[in-house]
């Protein structure tokens, strides 16, 4: 347990929205932000001080090498085994293994978000759409409870270093909603009949849609780690960022997954670092994600009535038929680890195929 173990973690939420009718337009342009100090994180006390990594390979030999003697190291205290490592010796607390500060109060997120939604009903068809654009942050902070280590720092002693995107982040999401009835049928513009027969066939259709046009997720940027058992005993490393220009200019549309030449990130941007270094790079970049995912689906619903009563249908029939992803968009997800042969190309789909399904439901 460290010095800040238990401490109540503290979460601030503040936001603001302006409503406004402009020519039956409703318009709302909204901000919401968060912070979070004190979260819940997982902090290894025991890890070897990186000042050591000069010593290079020497670490992982045992405290009675001979090399290790010459380099002017012993035994930190009289009972160390003689297999014991020079790194083991190094460690804050030789005589134990990794000494985990659960709930050690240091993560921290930050979020922020601007709005703006549009909405307006023109006779029997209606809209709304939205838009999001927002940023997501953190520091230690994600799920790193017990055997939940999806997050570690790749330096203990540099605590600042991790803060990076959280892996949801998604700074781009335009969402746009509609339902149209056809004006045909009893009491519409077209074919307004008392024939009940006719009104069954042709009245009480409606169309809807809905699109979600989003950005794509991030890719973890992680590396072999060699600095784990026997070096510094890191739980992480992460890779090294050279700079170069991350996009090759193919887009979701033009990626070839049978053609290994065609690449949707350059494979010279990231590498691993040395054997005994550390990564440059943060565990998200903002810019090395999936390709970005368009979802459209839509809906056709017809209503019968099948036992009326007054104004309304007590027993109604619904038939519908849903299109999903109806004009078969290609979402293909890309292959980002770092290091493999296949880093940049074309795995397989962010999203299923064009799948159009029918239904037959009665409501009583």
């Given at each position: ?94 005589q134990f293994l990794n000494v985990w500060s659960r709930n050690s109060g240091q993560g921290q997120t930050w979020y922020d978000a601007g709005s703006i939604k549009v909405g307006r009903k023109f006779g029997d068809w209606q809209f709304q759409a939205s838009y999001v654009r927002s940023k997501t942050l953190s520091i230690l902070s994600y799920r790193q409870i017990f055997s939940q280590s999806q997050v570690y720092p790749q330096d203990f ?208």
């Open positions: 347990m460290g010095p800040t173990f238990g401490k109540a973690p503290r979460i601030y939420n503040w936001s603001f929205d302006v409503q406004r009718e402009v020519k039956k337009f409703m318009i709302e342009i909204g901000y919401q932000g968060n912070r979070g100090h004190g979260l819940n994180s997982t902090v290894d006390l025991n890890q070897v001080n990186p000042s050591y990594l000069y010593l290079g390979s020497l670490l992982s030999q045992t405290i009675t090498a001979p090399s290790v003697v010459a380099a002017g190291f012993k035994k930190p205290y009289a009972n160390f085994p003689d297999n014991g490592t020079l790194a083991q010796s190094l460690r804050p607390f030789p002693y540099n605590l600042t270093q991790p803060k990076s995107y959280l892996p949801f982040d998604l700074p781009n999401v335009f969402n746009f909603l509609s339902s149209y009835q056809l004006p045909v049928g009893k009491g519409k513009r077209f074919l307004n009949t008392n024939n009940k027969f006719v009104d069954a066939i042709v009245g009480n259709w409606t169309i809807s849609d809905t699109h979600n046009y989003r950005s794509g997720g991030l890719i973890a940027l992680t590396c072999a780690n060699t600095l784990g058992n026997g070096v510094l005993f890191t739980s992480a490393r992460m890779c090294n960022n050279n700079g170069a220009t991350l996009l090759t200019g193919q887009n979701r549309t033009t990626l070839d997954p049978n053609n290994p030449s065609s690449l949707y990130f350059n494979n010279t941007v990231f590498s691993v670092p040395g054997q005994f270094a550390f990564g440059t790079s943060s565990q998200y970049n903002g810019r090395f994600r999936q390709p970005p995912v368009l979802v459209d689906n839509i809906a056709i619903v017809k209503q019968l009535g099948v036992w009326p009563h007054g104004d309304s249908n007590r027993v109604r029939l619904q038939l519908r038929a849903d299109a999903f992803n109806p004009f078969n968009r290609t979402n293909f997800a890309v292959n980002g680890t770092v290091g493999n042969a296949n880093f940049g190309r074309a795995t397989g789909p962010q999203y299923g195929p064009r799948l159009i399904t029918m239904g037959l439901r009665l409501y009583f």
